[in-house]
């Protein structure tokens, strides 16, 4: 991580009343969109959404979920996401301090999808492999991620993330990071050379 979780915070929380109209990139729309539509909640599911920012996930899943647990270490984040919800009059939404690798869940709630878009890339390697450990410790049935990652070697003058507070990895060390955590790849979609889905599944134990 190339700034501590508190100066990535603060950050984000200067820019928190006007992330939603920043985030305009063909690109960022279209992982919303692929993140949604794998996700596909049930309303009998329980979402946690670790890099919730303002909700946008969480309330595009809310309506079709039993509730979305929304978790950033952002509080001006938080509490964009908390009023929005209550300007649309979502109830099955709660947001709170959180982080990939402490997502602040109660041990006894069931996680049946996580979801993750445009967050994680914020982690260095070996902290993304600690935070998917962690997410696969909470044995959800699908976790879906949506954030900058590497297809092919990126062009250094055209960089669609920022050197100075960013950190992708490639696909490949995504891909072998969820495997060793127990999940199977189920999709992988490349929105653009350095933007990209992953959809991966539990693979429940062979007593289950």
């Known amino acids: 991580m190339k700034k501590t979780l508190e100066e990535h915070a603060d950050r984000f929380s200067d820019i928190a009343s006007d992330y939603d109209d920043s985030q305009d990139s063909e690109e960022y729309r279209a992982c919303v ?13 329980t979402v946690l959404d670790l890099g919730t920012g303002t909700g946008a996930i969480a309330l595009a899943l809310a309506p079709d979920a039993k509730r979305v647990v929304g978790r950033d270490i952002s509080e001006g984040m938080l509490e964009q996401a908390r009023t929005k919800a209550a300007e649309v009059g979502i109830e099955n939404v709660e947001f709170g301090e959180g982080r990939f690798r402490d997502p602040n869940v109660d041990d006894a709630e069931d996680i049946d999808i996580v979801v993750s878009n445009f967050a994680m890339h914020h982690l260095s390697d070996e902290e993304k492999r600690e935070a998917i450990e ?18 092919g070697e990126p062009n250094p003058d ?11 990895s490639t696909v490949g060390y995504l891909a072998d990071a969820l495997t060793d955590a ?8 490349a929105v653009h050379e350095q933007v990209g889905v992953l959809v991966a599944e539990r693979v429940p134990p062979v007593d289950e």
């Open 134 to 151: 962690v997410i696969a410790d909470l044995e959800p049935e699908r976790f879906v991620l949506g954030d900058v990652m590497f297809f």
């Open 158 to 168: 055209e960089p669609f993330y920022s050197p100075e507070v960013d950190d992708p």
């Open 182 to 189: 127990g999940f199977v790849l189920t999709a992988v979609e």
């Open 33 to 45: 969109s692929l993140v949604v539509h794998y996700a596909d909640p049930s309303e009998d599911d």
